[in-house]
């Protein structure tokens, strides 16, 4: 990326993309820190303040799982494991779209996701991002929310 990105606003419909996949992601943790609520047997205000200090769902997945096995025994650990490996890969995707810039580069139809990595190695490139792609992910983390209920 030699070249200094020009800041060409992104139309409304993808920040609305992005802000209503952002808010099913939020229901989502929410559901799982109200199952570690509910499973520790104790109340809202103080299971809050718990887990609202555990950073994203694959801690928060992690917590849970331990209580179930505690609580429940080895039997839907298995289903739980699965899901939290989905849920992962579906965090990891929000986390792209929600922290990797938006570009629009001169005549081009939908802007760019400038993505900057270096998990063991570097990357650095720009992906299309349609808002499109934005909902779909949206009810994608929906549908796996509605699963876990």
């Known amino acids: 990326m030699s070249d200094s990105p020009q800041n060409i606003p992104v139309g ?28 520790s047997g104790i109340d809202s205000d103080l299971g809050a303040c718990i887990t609202s200090q555990i950073a994203g769902p694959g801690r ?3 917590a849970l799982i331990s209580i179930i096995r505690h609580r429940i025994g080895e039997g839907m650990t298995k289903k739980l ?3 939290h490996q989905h849920a992962l890969g579906l965090a990891e995707r929000r986390n ?9 580069l ?6 760019r996701r400038i993505e900057i990595t ?13 808002v499109r792609e934005i ?13 876990f209920e």
């Open 12 to 39: 409304n419909d993808h920040y609305e993309a992005l802000g209503k996949m952002t808010v099913s992601w939020a229901f989502f943790e929410l559901i799982i820190d109200m199952k570690i609520w509910e499973l």
């Open 60 to 62: 928060k997945l992690d």
């Open 81 to 83: 494991n699965s899901f």
């Open 96 to 104: 792209r779209m929600i922290h990797d810039p938006l570009m629009k």
């Open 106 to 111: 001169e005549g081009e139809d939908h802007p």
């Open 118 to 130: 270096a998990k063991r190695r570097l990357r650095v490139e720009t992906e299309p991002q349609t």
């Open 135 to 147: 909902l779909e992910l949206g009810r994608e983390i929906h549908q796996h929310a509605s699963k």
